[in-house]
C-alpha cells in the first residue's frame, strides 16, 4: 500500500508575475504540492504583480485575519487615456489632453486623498452586485452603479513624474481599489487615465523582497524551505499559551477558563501550546472564558508530539 503524504499546512508569500489571475496561481501551487486546500488572502488582478499570501491547509481558515492588512503598491497612471477597465487590459473610452502640471501641483492633489473617503469600484470588478460579478454586467453591455465603499488612503507619494505618466506610490485598507484611485487622481487633475503597471509591495507583515517568485517555487524539489507557519500571518492579534489540559478541552469544544481574560467581549486570541501555534479562540465576557473557535486537531498532535521529544 502506497504510503499516504502528510498534509501541508502553512502559507507561501508569493511574487505573483503578470498575466495571469491569483486563481491560477493557486492551482498551480496546489497541483505542485499535491495539497487540495489551497487559497489566498487577497486578490490581485491579472496585471499586476507582487505579494500574494497562498493559504495552504489549516492556513485556509484563517485567510478572513489576512485579508485585511493594510496594503502597499507602486504603480503607473497614463494620463490622457481612460479605458473601460481602468488599466491597461480595457479598450479605450476617452482621451483628453493633460494639463501642463508640475510635481508640487501633483503632490497637493495626492494630499486630497489621503484619509477615509467613498469610493466606487471600478465597473469591471470582482465583488458582486445582485448575484453577478460587476464584470459579467459590464461584459454583457450592462451599466450598474455599485454602491461606494469606505476606504483609507494611509499615504499617497509621487515617486517621479514623466508626463504623461505618474508613477506613485500608496499605503491603503484592504479593498481599495488602486484603479479608481488611477481614474478618480486623473479627474483631479483634470483628465483622465488609467493603471499600466501595479505592483502590490506588502500585504501585512509580507515585503515583496521576501516573496517567492512563482516560477521558482514551482521548479524548487525542495519547496517546503517557502513554506511559512500557519500562523505567520497573525502577528497583530494577541497571544495566549494553553496548559495541555486546556488543550483536550479546546480539542472537545468546552470552554477555556482560568487563562488571562480578552481585552474586549469577542476578541480574538491565538492559542498556542508549548510555544507552538494550534488555533483560534475568542473571548466570551459573559462565561469570562476563551470559545475554541478554530481548531486544528493535527496541529495540536504535532505540539504534544515535539514536546514529548524534547529532553
Request: some cysteine.
Amino acid at each position: 500500500m502506497a504510503k499516504r503524504q502528510a498534509r501541508v499546512h502553512g502559507l507561501f508569500v508569493i511574487d505573483k508575475p503578470s498575466g495571469i489571475t491569483s486563481h491560477d496561481v493557486v492551482d498551480a501551487i496546489r497541483r505542485r504540492i499535491h495539497e487540495r486546500q489551497v487559497g489566498h488572502a487577497g486578490t490581485l488582478d491579472p496585471l499586476a504583480t507582487g505579494v500574494l499570501v497562498v493559504v495552504v491547509g489549516a492556513a485556509t481558515r484563517l485567510a478572513e485575519f489576512m485579508v485585511g492588512h493594510p496594503k502597499t503598491y507602486r504603480f503607473t497612471v497614463r494620463l490622457g487615456v481612460q479605458t473601460d477597465t481602468d488599466d491597461a487590459t480595457g479598450q479605450v473610452v476617452e482621451e483628453r489632453p493633460v494639463p501642463s502640471l508640475s510635481p508640487e501641483a501633483i503632490v497637493r492633489v495626492l494630499t486630497t486623498f489621503e484619509g477615509t473617503q467613498e469610493q466606487i469600484p471600478p465597473r469591471y470588478a470582482a465583488i458582486r452586485h445582485q448575484g453577478k460579478r460587476l464584470y459579467e454586467w459590464a461584459r454583457e453591455g450592462v451599466t450598474v452603479d455599485p454602491p461606494p465603499r469606505t476606504v483609507t488612503i494611509y499615504r499617497l507619494t509621487l515617486l517621479k513624474w514623466e508626463p504623461p505618466e505618474l508613477h506613485l506610490e500608496v499605503t491603503c485598507s484592504a479593498g481599495t481599489y488602486v484603479r479608481a484611485l488611477a481614474r478618480d487622481l486623473a479627474q483631479a487633475l483634470g483628465t483622465v487615465g488609467h493603471v499600466t503597471a501595479l505592483r502590490r509591495m506588502a500585504s501585512g507583515p509580507f515585503r515583496v523582497e521576501d516573496a517567492v517568485p512563482l516560477t521558482e517555487l514551482l521548479k524548487a524539489s525542495d519547496w517546503r524551505r517557502y513554506l511559512h507557519p500557519p500562523d505567520a500571518g497573525l502577528v497583530d492579534i494577541k497571544i495566549v499559551d494553553l496548559t495541555p489540559e486546556h488543550a483536550q478541552a479546546m480539542l472537545h469544544g468546552r470552554l477555556l477558563h482560568g487563562l488571562p481574560p480578552g481585552d474586549d467581549d469577542q476578541a480574538w486570541a491565538r492559542a498556542y501550546l508549548h510555544g507552538h501555534f494550534i488555533g483560534m479562540i475568542q473571548w466570551d465576557a459573559q462565561q469570562h472564558a476563551w470559545r475554541p473557535r478554530k481548531v486544528f486537531p493535527a496541529l495540536i498532535t504535532q505540539a504534544i508530539t515535539r514536546a514529548m521529544s524534547q529532553p
